[in-house]
């Protein structure tokens, strides 16, 4: 069995947002103890917050017992264990924050770590981010991918050479985060040998890149800053449209025994956990450092394509990002634990993704799911937060039945509003065929009748001219009662007028001739006037006319 004493790991990380995308998703760890890789997803503002989450519930194996210099085998099993409880806190830390919180509904990450404990290599591993060993000039993929493409290669429905330009490459069947799919990773230990050299990389990397080139790469590039630079900028020039990320470690035999007692390396962050270095450095308790920038390549392809695209506000905002306050290149960022930054006055409470750090009583700084003072704290705070949505809750029902209530009372105030304005209108209507004076307004409302009558009248709605039938069926609004009288008091007039003119229009005019008629009928016959009788002289008085013809015979006869 190895000896853990022997053996060292040095470590280097280098994170990029890439041409592509416009924030960096991508989160990494390199310590003297572990390094852990995880790519993110879930949109702008979902990814970053899941991969960070999940690096801090992964930090505090950097300062355990069990990985700092323990010679005992039964740690393997130990850390085996706690990286898998971490992997699975930070689900569980991912999925709360996911539901508190609506806009990081379906974050999640990746999730790939190695841990050297006891000559040891313990892995674990969840998504389609990669770890490749180099040992001996062989490079091995200690990793299966947990994605689509690689479910049909082993399927045996396509070939890896097809998987590389598949339609659906980028699709995860297991990950963490806020879905509905087993969150537990595949954890594996393997012995751990001098010069072994790990890669972890996201998809951003490895998914461009052919394996030929990364073992050629990391072969023959010894500097491990230098090996990271030049793996990123080679996945960027061959197309990457992704975030990228690599995190190299070396494994080397140690110069003394004594030189595990003093702190070798400082911690790198890279990606998006390193927004906030001061909670990873309370995990850890010690001191951790942004990773390094990536270098610039302006003369590389993709380099001129992308500047062609900025514009000059943002070429300026770039440079101003690389430089400090006096112009000059920015320094690396470095975070304190909490002790150092109370001693300076920058102690801050330190948000770690869900997951608490506790000082223990021996004045240690412990963040570890594992710990029984922090799974208390956890649970204390599951309780705060559950407090807090009750109590948000309750505020809701009651705002939204004070909503109601006084939804309520503008309706039924509107309602007698409108009522009482109702009441003090009139109009001139009909009713069984007769005008009829109502108060109201002539309508009404799902069959409810806003009038009732006041007055009906004599008039006959068949006395009226139709365009009066029309009006009065529709109704005649008018202001007040008075108005309303005066209304059907105007068209009674009318009607009246209407039907005198009537009448006397269909009385017939005497003529000239009927006057000299009754003049002529009127004048007495003379005394001596030869007729047989008397009936027979009105006779012929009453129609001159029609005996006129016979005249002359009779003239002629007397």
């Known amino acids: ?218 072969a023959s590039v010894a500097d491990q800053n230098a090996c990271a630079q030049q793996l990123v900028q080679m996945a960027l020039k061959a197309g990457s449209t992704d975030n990228v990320t690599a995190v190299v470690g070396d494994a080397t035999l140690a110069l003394d025994a004594d030189a595990f007692d003093l702190p070798h390396q400082t911690p790198l962050i890279g990606g998006a956990a390193s927004a906030t270095l001061e909670p990873l450095a309370d995990i850890v308790d010690e001191p951790v450092a942004a990773a390094p920038r990536l270098k610039d390549d302006h003369d590389s392809p993709a380099s001129r394509a992308a500047a062609l695209t900025q514009t000059m506000s943002q070429r300026i905002a770039a440079e101003q990002a690389s430089k400090g306050a006096d112009g000059k290149s920015e320094g690396q960022r470095v975070a304190q634990p909490s002790a150092e930054r109370a001693e300076t006055g920058e102690l801050q409470v330190p948000d770690t993704g869900e997951i608490p750090v506790v000082q223990k009583r021996d004045g240690r700084v412990s963040a570890d799911p594992n710990d029984p003072d922090v799974a208390k704290a956890i649970v204390r705070e599951q309780r705060a937060h559950e407090g807090t949505a009750r109590r948000r809750r309750k505020r809701g029902r009651v705002a939204v039945l004070i909503a109601v209530l006084a939804a309520l009372a503008m309706l039924c105030g509107a309602v007698y509003g409108t009522f009482a304005w109702i009441r003090t209108r009139y109009y001139v209507g009909e009713a069984d065929g007769y005008m009829t004076i109502y108060r109201g307004v002539p309508t009404n409302i799902f069959g409810l009748q806003l009038s009732r009558e006041v007055e009906r009248t004599d008039v006959s709605l068949d006395s009226l001219p139709q365009s009066w039938q029309d009006r009065l069926e529709a109704g005649i609004v008018v202001d007040d009662l008075d108005a309303a009288h005066e209304r059907a008091n105007y068209i009674d007039n009318e009607i009246r007028a209407i039907t005198e003119n009537a009448q006397a229009s269909a009385s017939p005019t005497p003529t000239a001739s009927d006057s000299a008629s009754a003049s002529e009928s009127g004048t007495p016959a003379p005394a001596d006037s030869a007729t047989p009788s008397g009936g027979a002289s009105s006779a012929a008085q009453t129609q001159p006319n029609a005996q006129s013809p016979a005249s002359p015979s009779q003239g002629g006869a007397q």
């Open 1 to 218: 069995m190895p000896d853990s004493a022997t053996l060292f790991l040095y470590s280097t990380t280098v994170s990029d947002v890439g041409y592509v995308r416009s924030n960096n998703q991508d989160s990494s760890f390199a310590g003297e103890h572990l390094l852990a890789i995880c790519d993110g997803m879930g949109g702008h503002a979902g990814g970053d917050t899941a991969s960070t989450i999940a690096i801090r519930s992964l930090a505090h194996i950097e300062h355990n017992d069990s990985t700092s210099g323990s010679k005992d085998p039964a740690a393997v099993k130990t850390v085996a264990e706690m990286m898998e409880n971490s992997v699975l806190a930070a689900h569980d830390a991912i999925v709360g924050k996911a539901r508190r919180e609506r806009k990081l509904s379906g974050m999640g990450t990746t999730v790939t770590a190695v841990a050297l404990v006891a000559g040891y290599w313990v892995l674990a591993h969840i998504g389609d981010s990669r770890a490749y060993l180099l040992r001996d000039g062989h490079l091995i993929r200690m990793t299966k991918d947990h994605s689509y493409v690689q479910h049909l290669i082993d399927t045996g429905r396509i070939t890896p050479a097809e998987a590389k330009n598949h339609p659906q490459r980028n699709v995860v069947m297991r990950v963490l985060g806020d879905f509905d799919i087993d969150p537990r990773p595949d954890v594996s230990v393997h012995v751990a040998r001098p010069t072994d050299r790990w890669l972890l990389c996201s998809d951003g990397l490895c998914g461009v890149l052919a394996d030929s080139t990364i073992a050629t790469t990391l």
